[in-house]
């Protein structure tokens, strides 16, 4: 069974950092499409990040160049690197498996037609 669990959410400036973890089991990370997504209240899913199995990055153009994303293939863990953060950030953030990196708009991140997903962490970017 695929399970994936963020973590390192939390409240933070405007201008500061935040590193979220994304610990997977059930599958393999280096063979696995992944992504990052991100839904605040009353506002669509969006694509933050994906993550290719061939190695691809993607970002959305709202954070290019202040989100990094890496793995560790190891240990089978998913980050996302998220500096000069803005209120504009602040959302629930979301880890998910086997997605369609084409896709970089949802109505509800957690849509299963669409991935597997965790269960979110929240940031919260006050000015």
């Known amino acids: 069974e695929v399970q994936l669990i963020e973590s390192g959410g939390g409240p933070v400036q405007a201008g500061g950092s935040l590193r979220l973890s994304c610990t997977t089991s059930g599958l393999a990370l280096r063979e696995t499409d992944m992504g990052w997504f991100r839904q605040a209240p009353g506002n669509e899913c969006e694509m933050v990040s994906t993550v290719r199995s061939d190695g691809y990055i993607n970002y959305a153009d709202s954070v290019q160049g202040r989100f990094t994303v890496s793995a560790d293939n190891a240990a089978n863990v998913l980050y996302l690197v998220m500096n000069s953060l803005k209120p504009e950030d602040t959302a629930t953030y979301y880890c998910?498996?086997?997605?369609?990196?084409?896709?970089?708009?949802?109505?509800?991140?957690?849509?299963?037609?669409?991935?597997?997903w965790g269960q979110g962490t929240q940031v919260t970017v006050s000015s």
């Open positions: 998910a498996s086997d997605i369609n990196p084409e896709v970089h708009f949802l109505a509800t991140c957690g849509d299963r037609l669409y991935g597997r």
